[in-house]
Each structure stands twice: as C-alpha cells, then as structure tokens.
C-alpha cells in the first residue's frame, strides 16, 4: 500500500498561504464589535444594512453631508467618523450609548445639523468618533386639548410649526426662525425666535423630556429630576444624555398675523433709523411685535459703489391697522406704510421670516431642507446699551470691506426680561436690549479662509466698547471655539470658564456641578462640552450611583 506523498513542491506556497491568511485575518473592526453589541442590546432588531454607513459606503459622503450646514466642516482635511448610524427607534439609540461606551468609542450625536462649529458630525480632538444621527426619529405628536406637543429629537422645528398649524390655527410654539433646524439640538441652548417677546424662548417652554443618560437609560422629567431637567433646557448640546423628545407647551397665536420687511440704506437714513430702533425695539414696541434687523453690505450694479442695506423684518401677532398704530406711535421713523404689510396665518407668518418666497405651500417644511448652506464663521454679542451712531459708521466701514458679511440683531425685552436669569441655565434676559449676530459666508471652497476669520475677528474687537462686559455674553447656540475649548483629558477649569460664563454667567457652576453628578466620567463630551469635576481621589468604586 502506497502512503500517499505529500507533493512538498506545494508545501512551502500551502503553508505561506495558512501563516498570511491568519496574518491578514483582519481584527474585529470598531464596526464589528459595534454591530455585535448594538445586535445584544437593542429591544428592537436593527436593519444594519440601512441603519449603519461606512466610509466604503457610496452614500457616506451624502449622508454626513446631509444635515450639515457648515461646508468648512466637509472639506475633505477634516476628520471624518469611523460610520454613521441612523437609529429607527428609541432603544437603537439606547444601545449605541450602552455600546459605544462599553467600547470606548467616541460619540457625537447629530439631530439637525446646525452646530456652527460641526460638533456634531466632527470630532477635531478624538478619534475614532461615530456619528448618531437622530434624521429617521422625526415625530411630533400634537395635543390641541392639551396645549402641548411630544417632538421627538430628529424633527426639525419647521415640522412642528407644520404639525401644529395642521391642527389648529391658533396655536404655536415660539423657537427659531429658521425652519430646518433640529429640535434635539436647537432646544437645548435656549431656541428663540420672533414670539421670543412675548412668550420667551423655546426652551422656556419645555414642560416634559425623555433623555439617555450615560447608563443607557430613558428618562422622563420625574425619573431625572429637577436638577437635570434644568440642565437640559439651555445648557447646550450633548453634555447630559441624548434628548430623544421633548415635551413643548403651545402658546396662543391669533388667527391673522401681519409680516413686512422695510429697507433703509445709508442714503435712505440707515444709521439714524438703526439708532431709533435699538431705543424702542426691546423696551417700548408692543410684545407682539417682533422687528429684526438684517444687515448687509452691498454694490450699486451700476456705479460700483457699496452702501449698507438696514432690513426691517418683522412679525406682528394682530392685524395690519392695529401694527400701524403700534409703529406710528413708537417708530415713526421707519416709515411703515400699510402697503408694506401682509396679513397672513401664523404660519405663514414664520415661512416669510424664514425667507420662503410667498406661495411657497407649507408641505416644503416637512422636507426639513434648508436654504443656508455654506462656508462660514459667525460670533454673538449682547448689547445693553444703544450703540452711538459714530459706533455704527464704524460697523458699516468694516462692513464694507468685507465681500459677504451678515450681521443681525435681535430684539430682547418682554418676556425675555421678566424670566430670572437662573430659571433655565440660557442666562441673557433683564436688561440686555438686543443680541448681534456676526456672520462672514462664502461659497467658493478655495477661498481663503484665513482672511475671512481675521476679517470677523477684528470686527469683534472692534465691537466690544458696545457690547456687554464681565463676561462678555455669548449664545450658546452660536457655537463659536475661539472662545476657548476642552483639551481631551485634563480640562481647566480657568479654561472652561472662559468659554462657560459667557455662555452661562453664574448658571456655570450649576451646569458644572450636575454634570458631575450625572455623567463624572465626561462620556457626552466635546470640545465645549460642560467639563465634570475631578472626583476625589479613591471615590471611584467602579460603579457610580447618583442621587440627584
Ligand atoms: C441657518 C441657521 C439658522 C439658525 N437660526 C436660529 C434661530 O433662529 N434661533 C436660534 O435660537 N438658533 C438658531 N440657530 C442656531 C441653532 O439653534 C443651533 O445651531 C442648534 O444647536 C441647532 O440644533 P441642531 O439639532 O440643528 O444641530 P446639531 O448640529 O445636530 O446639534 C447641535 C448640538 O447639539 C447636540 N445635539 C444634537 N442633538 C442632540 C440630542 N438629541 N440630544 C443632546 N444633544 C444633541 C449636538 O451634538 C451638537 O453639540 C441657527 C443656526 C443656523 C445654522
Ligand atoms: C454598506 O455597504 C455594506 C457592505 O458593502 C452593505 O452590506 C450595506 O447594505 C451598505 N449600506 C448602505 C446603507 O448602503
Ligand atoms: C389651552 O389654552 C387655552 C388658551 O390659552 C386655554 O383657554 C385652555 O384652558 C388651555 N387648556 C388646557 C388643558 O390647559
Ligand atoms: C493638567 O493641567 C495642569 C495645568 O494646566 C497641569 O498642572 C497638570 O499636570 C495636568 N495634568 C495632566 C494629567 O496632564
């Protein structure tokens, strides 16, 4: 009987062949072990192959960019996520906290996409970093009887303006301007808009919520507690758990709502008109009135000569006769005629402030799209005390150097003087007169960025005799990392309150010391997340329990 002969000519390609497949047997990927654990904690199965997108992935690119609104933010040299995943229900996300967290996986959470300086699609300190996008978890139930709304945190505030409207049309709810905004971010670091007079800001109006904290479990307002609940309606995003709905209080809208947007350039009186309106806008108009001021710099087409454009745009929660009488009597210099106004629904009122040209039908609101998409840099100011018309030459001279500079102030007073500045952690209310908003936009990926970040931040500097001091007071919604941010592991405390008392004032140290009791590892972190105390040394026992 013959054995057979191993041939030994194929014996070194056959054992070359085993060692490089177990030496390029790949390590489970950060996806894999994701995916394998998800599958062990989700209630609810997930349909990985829609619900988890890799950079292999064709539709990669466009699902990051989706929602994003900061083009600075996409260039390819900006770090990208490990993967996107999308969750369907609520326990998908629970299980990407458990997951994430029990892997050491950075996470950033993503609602609309809004964040002015992208913390939530990009991490600049850590890496790897996952995205979790809230886009598939977009409903809002409307309770008419009940005044009040659960939203769920992926929706964009124009859908709940939508869903409202559907339902009644005297009802709404007062937080931003711009329709595409994600409630899950937007709410979380105060939310105001053109009702913020009468009726304060969205956050204001948060009456319930549902939230993951770091352990992976859903918390209404009872189970939270006081503390928290504050923390969450102001104090900025992705610090204390996932938002996964809020509950909103609806407020009372007449039925006929009247809009107009009134121009002034400096050859039309723009400087003594602005100087009026900073007079009357926050402390004697009517609280249903809401006049905003857009400022832009511009070129005559035909003799190449630039002038400032002032643009009156306004809502006003009555009829026409009865706005005319208003402005008559306390802004007579703005000129306001009774063909300037519209008179219109509620909604409506808020698709023309958000710049829908009119006709548009309002179905455009449930597809959440937005018409702000570019490169740009912004800042925020509040200001307490009217600017002198030599302050405001000097914002038109800069204004003027600049190719697409945006500045925008918005009226406080009303409501927004008589909440305390305690109540919720957003804490700019008695006193201030109006908040500036810097913008400086460009849509050319080759521009040179470098000269329109100098550019803004000369304009800030040169802004600061008018602005408020001690802090200096900042939006929190309006992100902005040149006040400072969190170094990975050893945040300073100095550091952090650079950037937390402007943001906060004294609500800081509130924000600080609930974060420390709900989440002291810093697990929801960015680069201007609220930073937790250094425990003790020795109190850590490897589990933590929090009374709050
Ligand atoms: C064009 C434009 C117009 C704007 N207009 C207004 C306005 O009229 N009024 C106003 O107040 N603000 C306005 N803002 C600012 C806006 O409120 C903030 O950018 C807000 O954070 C956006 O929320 P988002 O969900 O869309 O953004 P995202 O980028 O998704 O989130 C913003 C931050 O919140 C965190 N976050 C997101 N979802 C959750 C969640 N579910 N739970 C916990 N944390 C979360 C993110 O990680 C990130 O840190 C505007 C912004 C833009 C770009
Ligand atoms: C991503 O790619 C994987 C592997 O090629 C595939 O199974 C999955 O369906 C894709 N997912 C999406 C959302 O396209
Ligand atoms: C709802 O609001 C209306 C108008 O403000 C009020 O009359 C009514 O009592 C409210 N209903 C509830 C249940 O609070
Ligand atoms: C943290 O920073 C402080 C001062 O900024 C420094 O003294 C300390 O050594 C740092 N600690 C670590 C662990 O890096």
Redesign the pocket.
Known sequence: MLLPIPNLSIFPLFLFLLISTSLTQPLPSVQDNFIKCLSENSEILIPFSTALITPKNSTFIPTLQS?A??LRYLVPSVPKPEFIFIPLHDSHVQAAVICSKQLGIHL?????????E????VSQTEAPFIVVD?AKLRSVIVDIEDNSSWVQ?GASIGEVYYRIAQKSKTHGFP????T???????I??????SMMRKYG??ADNVIDAR?IDVSGRVLDRAAMGEDLFWAIRGG???S?????WWKINLVPVPSTVTVFTVAKTLETGATKVLHKWQQVAATELDEDLFIRVVIQSSKDSKTGTKTITTLYQAQFLGDADRLLNVVKTKFPELGLTKKDCTETSWLKSVMYIAGYPSGTPPEVLLQGK?T?KNYFKAKSDFVKDPIPETGLEGLWKRLMEEESPLVIFNPYGGQMSRISESEIPFPHRNGILFKIQYLTTWQDPHEDEAKHMDWIRKLYNYMAPYATMFPRQA?V???DLDLGVNKKSNISFIEASAWGNRYFKDNFNRLIKIKTKVDPDNFFR?EQSIPPLPLPKGSRTGHHQHSL
């Open positions: 929602t609104q900061n950033r959470v993503r609602s609309g996409g809004h964040d002015y992208a913390l939530s699609y809230l945190a937080a931003g301007l711009c595409s905004l994600g409630v899950g971010g937007h979380t670091g105060g939310a105001y808009g800001l969205g939230i900025g995003g992705a204390f758990g996932i938002i996964l937005s702000f939006y919604n309006y992100r960015h």
